[in-house]
């Protein structure tokens, strides 16, 4: 994919996917948050398409929007209305100096890396050969994600009892 709309969809996606992360930062409100999570992920599942990797964007719109997305919005839901909102902290001018440190050295990292690039297509680009690498090579982050994941899953739910319930628990 060559041209100016190209260029100028990248650019786009650039700013959408920059906005939509910063604004899940940014957010008080968590419901808010994942939204602005959900459009991030779309951003970058944009980006996947500018790339001609389709298969890899839909598993990224099947995935990270439809699944993991949903389950955040599912575990803030879940959550008593008083732990919903982001409380201010005194956290927040440590972490921005952090955050403009970290992108003063990913600037510096990308302007003095000699990058290669290969214009070389690998012939084998099917999605068979896909699953073969996801099966071999990266099962095992596959499989930390999934622990990961339910771990996530049963602390929103450990999250969301009531004393009652956990006054039941602690009699059994």
């Known amino acids: 994919m060559e041209g100016g709309g190209v260029v100028f969809a990248f650019y786009v996606l650039s700013a959408v ?4 992360a910063g604004g899940v930062m940014m957010s008080r409100n968590l419901l808010h948050a994942v939204l602005f999570l959900i459009l991030t992920f779309v951003g970058i599942a944009g980006f996947f398409v500018l790339l001609s990797a389709d298969f890899i964007a839909m598993a990224q719109v099947i995935i990270y929007v439809g699944a993991i997305a949903v389950l ?3 575990a803030i839901l879940l959550t008593p209305r008083s732990g919903r909102d982001n409380g201010e902290t005194k956290f927040a001018a440590p972490a921005m100096l952090l955050a ?15 990058w290669q690039t290969n214009d070389a297509v690998p012939q084998d680009l099917s999605a068979a ?3 073969r ?16 994941l339910t771990a996530a899953l049963v602390g929103a739910i450990m999250l969301t009892r009531s004393p009652e319930e956990e006054a039941e628990d602690a009699l059994v």
């Open 17 to 20: 996917t920059l906005v939509a």
């Open 72 to 74: 955040v919005l599912f």
């Open 100 to 114: 403009v440190c970290l992108a003063a050295i990913f600037l510096f990292v990308i302007h003095d890396t000699a």
């Open 129 to 131: 050969a896909l699953g």
């Open 133 to 148: 690498a996801l099966l071999d090579t990266w099962v095992l982050p596959f499989e930390l994600a999934s622990v990961l």
